[in-house]
Structures are given as C-alpha cells and as structure tokens.
C-alpha cells in the first residue's frame, strides 16, 4: 500500500478576488496524509453528490458547480465517477441529515464528496465535505466562497483540494497553457486554461509570433517575433503591459525560462548558433553553449542547475544535458537520427522530446534524465510535436496532426488517454504548459 503524506491543514488555495475560508479540516491529524491505492491500482471510485440548494438562485449556482467539478475531475482521469445511491441520506430533518455509509460501498465507492450552497452576503456559499466511504473516516470539510462570475475557480478551488488530499500531489486546476494559432490568418500567441477553456489572445503582431513560454511566476511571456523581418526574442510583462526584446544581430529563437530573470534563447550575434541567458530587459546575461554546431531548443531541470538542448555538434540533431556550473555536456538521446524539442518534467526525472520516423511520421518519446527508460508515447499518428508537461507532472500538451491539420492535444504523461484539447478554427501549434498557478 503507497501512502502518502501531507499538510491538510494547509490546503488553501488562494485566488484573485476569491475568498476561500476554511472551517474544520480533519483529514489527518497531526499532519498525516491520506492513505488511499495501491500504487497502480486504477482510478479512485468517488461517489460525487450534487450540491443541496434551497431557492431559484442557489439551484442554479448548484447545478453550474456540479458541471464545473465534474468536469474537472474527469478531465483529470484520476476518478470513477460514481451516482449516488437513491438512501444515500437518512433522516427527514434536514439540519441532522445521517450519511448512508453502507449504501455508498454497495455501490463500489471508495470516496464521497457532498455539499451544499447557499448565498452569504450575494455571493456564493459552498460547504463540502468528503468522507472516506469504508471507515466512514471525514477527509475534509471545507468552505469555498466567491462571487456568481468566480464560479468555475470556485469549483476548480475545490477539485484541487480533492486531488492534492487523495494523491499528495499538485493538480493541474488553475494552470494556463500558451500556444501558437493562425486562426486571424497570422500566427498569434494565446493562452488557455489547463483544459482548453478561458482563451484569451496576448498577442496582435500581426506577423509570426513563435515559442512562447511564461516564465514559472506568470509574470513575464518570452517569444520569437518577426516584426523586424528576422527573429527576434521579446519579453513580455503580462501584467504592466510592457514588452522589451534583444537587440542583438542575427538570430534569436526559441526561448525558456530557466528561472523568474534568466530566460534562455538561442542568438547568433557572435556567428554560431548558441544558448545565451537574457534578462527580463533583454540584456544578456551570459553565453551558455560554445560548440562548433547549432544549439536550440534549451529546456532547464526544476532547479535550474542542468540544460537539455538540441545540437547538431555530432552530426543530425541530438538531445544533450550540459551542468551549468561546470559547462560539461553529455549527450542523452542516441536511438532516432533526429531527436528535438525537449521539455524537462516537473518532478525532474524525465525529459520529453519528439523523433522524426523513418517513414516521415514525428512522434513523441519520454526517457529519464540518465539515458534508461525510453517509451514511445504516441504511434503512426501524424506529426506529434513540442511535448510540454504540465505543472503537476501528470499529464502533456503537445500538437499533433493527426487529425489533418495541426491541433492541440492532451495526454496522461504515459500516454494514455490522449484527446484533443481546444475546439476552434485554424491550427494550433507549440503549446507550453506553465508552471505558474493562479
């Protein structure tokens, strides 16, 4: 049995304008973490209870929160989502109400998770309580409070309390994932919600705009932008609205964050193509790479001590990992004559990155950090490319062709249950999963 340990009482989850107020977290005492699978073992088998509601209003509220949690939860693929029994309740007093315990496990639950809504003050009131259905055992018994138009983070608030409980893991819940779309006719950066919703545009070059990652506060967007009729690296404040870029000659493409003030790019100022640092004001802090060959596609562990880039220093692009504190590079990738993109997992234990075939096909591998592990992710599918984790190591976004034109997909990290993300125009292109949560 895996157990996993963690904080309960620490679950609060904080968003802009949303006040979230907890009343008895009684999950573990003294800091224990919830016990629930066998490592393995499948998917949690939670029997999800639609919110009580009294008045017009409230029904409403309830209904809407109903969808948002449980499709949020099934997008996680983590549950079995179960109805509940018609006894799930016992009693008529409605203050006093006893939980059919008994009814739950005959139904194959492991978890219940009930709740109720009500209006405080014109907003919403939600009170949730989960319970562990085989020992009857309270897990968490909270308060989640907002506004009618914070609803969905309302819902979303509570799924990643669920899913950090139950696994002792991140959630992907309030994630964001930019992109590339052409749907204006010109290649445009927009951003997502984890599970494709909230689309927003960030950029109106219209031009090319290219590569874009956030840096891990959200603060800042780094992307290639060929404005100037040649790629040029520019970052950009999100929140001030302000964009700086590099002023060097020559090239510079695909960027990413090492940390919130070093973003690396790719510049050939000084003839080769190498990896720089640059700062958030477009400076440049130092050189990084200094071989014969071209070197792109930079991709930092979490704790930023080691890069993953592609170089052609051997011949056809290879995947390496240099320490930065010594500059020794080793190569990583050896199987495949074209192996590219790579984006570093969140746990720091694995590096994605896509192969072109030998039949023209492009397609997704994950291999650990020492060279052991590798595993094909996606199979005669079209072209699958820029692989990019998300925040909680679960799950990849990654574009594909499969379906004709390139599109955005998802898939669990072992590339199971892969589905497309976004339903709009155009294609979509070079998604990048931010770390940053709100």
């Known amino acids: 049995m895996t157990y996993t340990r963690h904080a309960v009482s620490g679950i609060i989850i904080i968003l802009c304008a949303l006040f979230i107020t907890p009343l008895n977290l009684r999950a573990a005492e003294n800091g224990e973490y919830i016990a629930i699978r066998k490592e393995g073992s499948g998917k949690i088998a939670l029997v999800l209870g639609k919110p009580d509601a009294e008045g017009k209003r409230e029904s409403d509220w309830a209904q809407n929160l109903d969808t948002v ?14 109805s509940p029994p018609l006894n799930l309740k016992e009693s008529s007093d409605k203050k006093n109400v006893t939980i059919n315990f008994s009814a739950l496990n005959s139904v194959g639950g492991e978890v219940y998770a009930g709740g109720s809504v009500s209006k ?14 085989a020992s009857a055992k309270p ?3 909270k308060t989640y409070r907002g506004k009618e138009e914070q609803l969905r983070s309302i819902g979303h608030a509570f799924c990643e309390d669920l899913v950090e409980l139950l696994t002792g893991k991140k959630s992907v819940f309030g994630s964001k994932i930019v992109f590339v779309s052409n749907k204006t006719g010109f290649k445009e950066i927009y951003q997502c919600d984890f599970d494709g919703q909230g689309l927003e545009q960030l950029t109106n070059s219209r031009s090319i705009t290219l590569t874009p990652t956030l ?9 290639t932008d060929f ?13 001030e609205k302000k964009t700086a870029f590099t002023s060097k000659s020559g090239v510079s493409i695909a960027p990413c964050w090492r940390n919130n003030n070093e973003v690396a790019t790719t510049l050939s100022f000084e003839g080769n193509q190498s990896i720089y640092l640059i700062k958030p004001d477009g400076s440049v802090a130092r050189r990084v790479t200094n071989s014969r060959g071209i070197d792109v596609s930079p991709a930092f562990s979490p704790d930023g ?3 993953a880039f592609v170089s052609s220093r051997n011949g056809p692009p290879q995947i390496f990992i240099q320490d930065l504190q010594s500059g020794e590079a080793k190569r990583l990738t050896f199987n495949g004559k074209y192996n590219t993109q790579p984006s570093w997992s969140p ?3 694995k590096i994605a990155y896509s192969t072109m075939q030998s039949k023209g096909e492009i397609d997704l591998f994950v291999i650990n950090v020492d060279g052991t592990g590798l595993q094909q992710l996606t199979r005669k599918s079209g072209e699958n490319e820029h692989p990019s984790w998300s925040s909680d190591g679960g799950m990849i976004v990654f574009s594909s062709s499969r379906q004709g034109k390139k599109k955005l997909f998802v898939m669990n990290s072992t590339g199971e249950n892969q589905r497309r993300l ?12 931010s770390l940053f949560r709100k």
């Open 215 to 223: 840096s891990p506060d959200g603060r800042y967007l780094a992307y």
């Open 347 to 349: 746990a720091g234990d």
């Open 305 to 307: 001590s080691k890069m």
């Open 69 to 82: 949690i449980r499709d949020g939860l099934d997008y996680t693929k983590l549950f079995t989502l179960l």
């Open 422 to 433: 976004l339903q709009g125009d155009g294609e979509e292109m070079q998604p990048s999963w």
């Open 139 to 141: 897990l968490l018994k």
């Open 120 to 133: 405080k003050s014109g907003n919403i009131n939600f009170e949730v309580e989960v319970y562990e259905t």
């Open 227 to 239: 404005t100037s009729g040649r790629p040029t690296l520019y970052i950009k404040n999100l929140a």
